[in-house]
């Protein structure tokens, strides 16, 4: 990175100087500037219009852009499952690129792992829940933030973690698990009785506003760095996932000091139940009431997706993925997302994605931040300029920014997906309108993902730790 510009916004800026240079004395002053105008003016627009939700420059998404044109194109971009067709034994029914995944079912842990023979990577997923973090006193829910910065640290910095993905996802619950626990311990007396006519109707308007709130951890291991050590296990598959059992330990051991609990590592049927729900919200009601009703994990994929620029619609919903684009400048407490991903009534999936970066590489960064920020304090000091309230913000971040890897935390490259699903087109821009008004509330800016629609909204609603471009 140069000035803000990736190397080919930098070569775009460069070829565009380069022609308007060559053009002036040739073709004579500003004439040569107009008659080069179409190449000059075109390179220098893609180097250097911004585009914020991946922020980069118009060139940087253009790839993006021009794959989805030719999907388009060539009726690529549209997804049916061809029913009658046989798959490879113990692959995901998911669309395009994603149908490679494998799925390895641990006999040790019973936890299913997914594997890309592509990417050469192996992933699991743990399902987990907090305590009661909303009615902690502050010093405890900073306990638990610094906890599960901890938590990011030291998984982050195991060998062979290629990334971490936390996800939430809130959701309409009919009450399944409610009126299961009634029936099995409720009093006995006569059903006529008054008390049972009272709590009867109780479950039965409590599903009109209840809701369900489920997490997810899921971390992906490298395959390709750790080669030696998977032979060291025996190698293949077993050795890969003797290997991984190794990484669930080490998330497992640091839940609790982020106030998290293991509820168990996914099955088959618990991923399952998250791809079924995903691609088809209808489902959810069903699926809560009669679990045992879940499909193969084979078989749990979608039946149609109809991605657009800035939607996908899939078996029964509508979706639209955002990503944050800016976060607050200022210093935010604990828990400050809790409006963004608790909105009440809407079906919001949150996919909070980390890749780690080697420590090396996240020092000299840390050490050049610091040291462009005291030149530029030095520069100003000398020509006789105060420095600003962002002067001040930027140094002090820097500051503690090396002070927290000198503390052994890891620095990140991460990504945040907010999608948004509902049943139809109206009740999707509803809630859209109020998912955005919740997170600039907290001073936070989501942009809606264009023309990755598809691809992202598998990395942001499925456990898979897929990542984003």
């Not at 990011?152 to 626990?181: M, N």
């Not at 997810?216 to 025996?234: F, H, N, W």
């Not at 999608?419 to 009740?427: D, F, L, N, Y």
Request: charge should be positive; aromatic fraction near 6%; charged fraction near 25%.
């Amino acid at each position: 990175m140069f000035l803000g510009l990736s190397f080919r916004a930098m070569m775009c800026v460069i070829a565009a100087v380069g022609v308007a240079v060559f053009a002036t004395p040739v073709f004579g002053g500003f004439r040569g500037l107009a008659i080069t105008a179409p190449v000059w003016l075109p390179l220098l627009v893609l180097g250097l219009w911004p585009v914020a939700y991946i922020d980069g420059r118009a060139i940087d998404w253009l790839p993006i852009g021009v794959s989805h044109l030719i999907r388009r194109a060539t009726r690529q971009h549209q997804y049916r499952a061809k029913v009658w067709r046989t798959r490879p034994e113990g692959t995901l029914g998911l669309p395009g690129n994603r149908a490679r995944l494998e799925m390895l079912v641990d006999e040790v842990s019973g936890a299913v792992m997914v594997l890309d023979r592509r990417k050469k990577t192996l992933a699991v997923t743990a399902a987990v829940q907090g305590s009661s973090f909303l009615l902690d006193e502050t010093a405890d829910q900073n306990a638990k933030g610094n906890g599960y910065g901890r938590l990011l640290s030291v998984v982050g910095s195991t060998e062979g973690i290629k990334r971490i993905q936390v996800r939430t996802r809130s959701t309409a619950d009919v009450g399944a698990d409610i009126h299961r626990y009634w029936a099995q311990n409720r009093a006995q007396m006569n059903l006529d009785h008054p008390v049972q006519a009272s709590y009867r109707e109780l479950l039965a308007w409590s599903g009109t506003f209840m809701e369900r709130h489920e997490a997810t951890i899921t971390i992906v291991l490298d395959l390709e760095k750790v080669k030696k050590s998977v032979r060291a296990y025996g190698g293949g598959k077993t050795g890969a996932a003797a290997l991984m059992r190794q990484r669930m330990s080490t998330l497992e051991q640091q839940l609790d000091s982020a106030g998290l609990t293991l509820r168990g590592w996914l099955t088959k049927d618990d991923l399952a139940t998250i791809v079924r729900c995903a691609y088809d919200p209808a489902a959810a009601t069903r699926l809560q009431a009669h679990p045992e009703q879940v499909e193969d994990l084979e078989d749990a994929g979608p039946m149609a997706v109809d991605p657009d620029w800035t939607q996908v619609r899939t078996d029964s919903g509508f979706h639209k993925v955002m990503r944050i684009a800016k976060w607050s400048r200022e210093k935010s407490a604990i828990g400050f997302l809790e409006k963004v991903l608790l909105v009440s009534g809407i079906v919001v999936t949150a996919s909070f994605i980390y890749s780690p970066v080697p420590s090396s590489k996240a020092v000299k960064d840390a050490q050049r931040e610091g040291s462009r920020e005291v030149e530029a304090h030095d520069d100003r000091r000398r020509l006789g300029r105060g420095s600003t309230v962002v002067n001040q913000t930027d140094h002090a971040q820097a500051v503690e920014h090396l002070a927290d890897l000198n503390r052994g935390f890891v620095d990140f490259d991460h990504a945040v997906l907010l999608t948004v699903s509902a049943p139809t087109k109206e009740a999707l821009a509803k809630g859209v309108e109020d998912v955005r008004g919740a997170a600039r509330a907290v001073m936070a800016d989501p942009r809606t993902v264009i023309a990755q629609q598809d691809e992202l909204f598998e990395a942001a609603v499925l456990p898979l730790g897929l990542g984003v471009r």
